[in-house]
């Protein structure tokens, strides 16, 4: 087994542990932030084809999906430039980069901006709804990669965004 699966177990087993607790969802994401910050792989969690990403969109893999339902790992990959648009979730959520950097900017509930910051290589934030508003890009010259961790089977649902704001 290489490094890269060994960690993405290892951390697919510490995230069960942290969900078993039975929590509310923003201690859910806290639990599960401390177990990626724990457990964070690196870049070649993704595979070199993969770490290409998509001319036209931010790229995502699925890593692992529960077969309950209880959460996903995906693997993001942003070429300089792309970006999400404006949107909330439909559960909780934790991030954390790889490679690269990306800005986050956060709205409140009237998208008015709240903040903004650059989360950096083995930086992980985690959040919960409601209060999630939030835009992803990638503001630097090379391509960024990060892991995300919802609380819920992405491939059931189809996306993790509740809702799109223009």
């Not at 078993?20 to 070199?48: C, N």
């Not at 998509?54 to 790229?59: C, G, L, S, T």
């Not at 070429?79 to 956060?106: K, N």
């Amino acid at each position: 087994m290489t490094r890269s699966l060994a960690t993405l177990t290892d951390l697919v087993a510490a995230v069960r542990k942290a969900i078993d607790v039975r929590t509310g969802w923003p201690d859910t994401a806290d639990l599960v932030a401390d177990q990626l910050r724990a457990h964070l792989p690196g870049p070649e969690v993704l595979t070199p084809d993969q770490r290409l990403g998509r001319p036209d969109r931010v790229a995502g893999h699925l890593l692992h999906a529960e077969p309950d339902g209880a959460f996903s790992v995906l693997g993001l990959v942003w070429r300089p430039g792309q970006s999400t648009r404006i949107h909330d979730h439909i559960t909780w959520c934790v991030v954390g980069v790889l490679s690269g950097i990306e800005h986050e900017e956060l709205f409140d509930e009237a998208l008015n901006p709240i903040g903004a910051r650059d989360n950096r290589p083995g930086e992980v934030s985690g959040f919960a709804p409601p209060g999630d508003i939030h835009r992803i890009r990638n503001a630097g010259d090379e391509t960024a990669l990060s892991l995300h961790i919802y609380g819920t089977d992405i491939t059931r649902v189809g996306s993790s965004a509740r809702r799109y704001y223009d």
